[in-house]
Antibody, heavy 120, light 107 residues
Framework: QITLKESGPTVVKPTQTLTLTCTFS??????????VGWIRQPPGKALEWLAV???????RYGPFLKTRLTITKDTSKNEVVLTMTNMAPVDTATYYC????????????WGQGTLVTVSS | DIQMTQSPSSLSASVGDRVTITCRAS??????LNWYQQKPGKAPKLLIY???SLQSGVPSRFSGSGSGTDFALTINTLQPEDFATYHC?????????FGQGTKVEIK
């Protein structure tokens, strides 16, 4: 059974950098084909895919936030970390960590999500 | 980027009804279309992948259809636990994109 859980600050100030950690179990990110991604959802709005990292360290980003995002993995700890620089109030959202498979591109397991509020 | 447009944005239905939600892509995505269900305060859950394949554990009253640019999610015999928001997502090309969601409410 795959489980994922997000952790990080619930409030950040404008211009600060957000660091979120996804801790997962039930699979290994060293196994061929495995991937972990991040998706966010502003309150009452649509889902937005942010980034994904694969077992081979291939990293992909959504175009609008690409310059602000970095995704990394620590296979030994079963963790994936997302950093987002220069946070603004419009970045207030629930951030989800998800499991995906290379070439499948669907999100078959989700973390519970973590609400991040950007406010001074 | 491929734009995904769902309709309607919301609908009201009764238990036992048959409900259909549609999703249109801005270009052909063949059958690279997934559907998710999201209940209030919860994470989305994968229901349908590759346009018509039922994810393991999902009740058979859910079905998906379509190819190219036009897709549909049908819920036969709506149950109380089906009142939720439904999202489509294209997995044809990056960046992967979602529809704006369709909220299914109790009439």
């Amino acid at each position: 059974q795959i489980t994922l859980k997000e952790s990080g600050p619930t409030v950040v100030k404008p211009t600060q950098t957000l660091t979120l950690t996804c801790t997962f179990s039930g699979f290994s990110l060293s196994t061929s084909g495995m991937g972990v991604g991040w998706i966010r959802q502003p309150p009452g709005k649509a889902l937005e895919w942010l980034a994904v990292i694969y077992w081979d360290d291939d990293q992909r980003y959504g175009p609008f936030l690409k310059t602000r995002l970095t995704i990394t993995k620590d296979t030994s700890k079963n963790e994936v970390v997302l950093t987002m620089t220069n946070m603004a109030p419009v970045d207030t959202a629930t951030y989800y960590c998800v499991h995906t498979l290379f070439t499948m591109n669907r999100f078959d397991s989700w973390g519970q999500g973590t609400l991040v509020t950007v406010s001074s | 980027d491929i734009q995904m447009t769902q309709s309607p944005s919301s609908l009201s239905a009764s238990v036992g009804d048959r409900v259909t939600i549609t999703c249109r892509a801005s270009q052909s995505i063949r059958t690279y279309l997934n559907w998710y269900q999201q209940k209030p305060g919860k994470a989305p859950k994968l229901l349908i992948y590759a346009a018509s394949s039922l994810q393991s554990g999902v009740p058979s009253r859910f079905s998906g259809s379509g190819s190219g640019t036009d897709f549909a999610l049908t819920i036969n015999t709506l149950q109380p636990e089906d009142f939720a928001t439904y999202h489509c997502q294209q997995s044809y090309s990056m960046p992967w994109t979602f529809g704006q969601g369709t909220k299914v409410e109790i009439k």
